[in-house]
């Protein structure tokens, strides 16, 4: 009896010595294991800082490529049959009112210099352009036949006369027609060509002489879009 109780007292403390070996193996696993996964999650916080300053920057590339990029101005036009009339120009002022490009103008009333004899055809066009200070080629190069009646559209690509591009701002694009004699017609609206929009823009109407009916709708239906 006395040696099965030394059998069993001996069997108990190999099992004890044995899960206390077991325990200690293990430990350093454990340890190791939180240890990576600690620093799995400083990387990780590490790379998403970063990546942030490149988000930011991609989004400010995104918002300049998306600056306008082309002007669209279109129109329908009603050709008259009266004397003193079919006169139109197209063209974008700065903020001082001052010429930028000439997209059309009719050739009678510029490269034929009509103006000097009728003081009121595109009277705007001529005041902001000054015809008088331009040579035959440069007048010339913005002239073109009168239009027929339909629909014509012109196109603005953010460049000066001398084919340059202008600076970011705002520009008013100018439609203006001879109705008939003094009687004129001024289409604007401004755009802002810094800004990162598109689409259709308001246009204001403007006529020296409300109450003259010849040819009142030569020109109508006056549409401007921006594109980016």
């Known amino acids: 009896m006395l040696k099965n109780a030394f059998t069993d007292l001996l069997v108990l403390l190999l099992l004890c010595l044995t899960s206390c070996s077991d325990s200690t193996v293990s430990s350093p696993v454990t340890e190791q294991e939180s240890t990576t996964a600690v620093t799995s999650t400083i990387a990780e916080e590490t790379t998403t800082a970063e990546t942030i300053p490149q988000t930011e920057e991609q989004t400010s590339s995104d918002v300049q490529n998306q600056s306008i990029s082309e002007v669209i101005i279109s129109f329908d036009y009603q050709r008259g049959t009266t004397i003193a009339s079919n006169q139109a120009a197209v063209w974008i002022e700065n903020t001082e009112g001052e010429l930028v490009k000439t997209l059309y103008v009719s050739d009678f009333t510029a490269a034929r210099r009509g103006y000097e004899n009728r003081d009121m055809a595109l009277s705007e066009w001529v005041k902001t352009a000054v015809p008088s200070d331009m040579t035959d080629d440069e007048v010339d190069a913005v002239s073109s036949a009168t239009l027929g009646t339909g629909s014509h559209s012109f196109s603005w690509d953010m460049t000066d006369e ?21 009687s004129n017609i001024l289409f604007s609206s401004q755009v802002d060509i810094g800004s990162p929009i598109s689409g259709e823009l308001a246009v204001t109407e403007n006529r020296s002489e409300p109450d003259t009916q010849e040819n009142a709708d030569m020109i109508d239906n006056v549409r401007i879009y921006v594109m980016s």
Do not use: Q, S
């Not at 001398?162 to 003094?182: A, C, H, I």
């Open 162 to 182: 001398n084919g340059e591009r202008v600076p970011d701002g705002v520009y008013t694009v100018k439609v203006e027609g001879t109705l008939y004699w003094e």
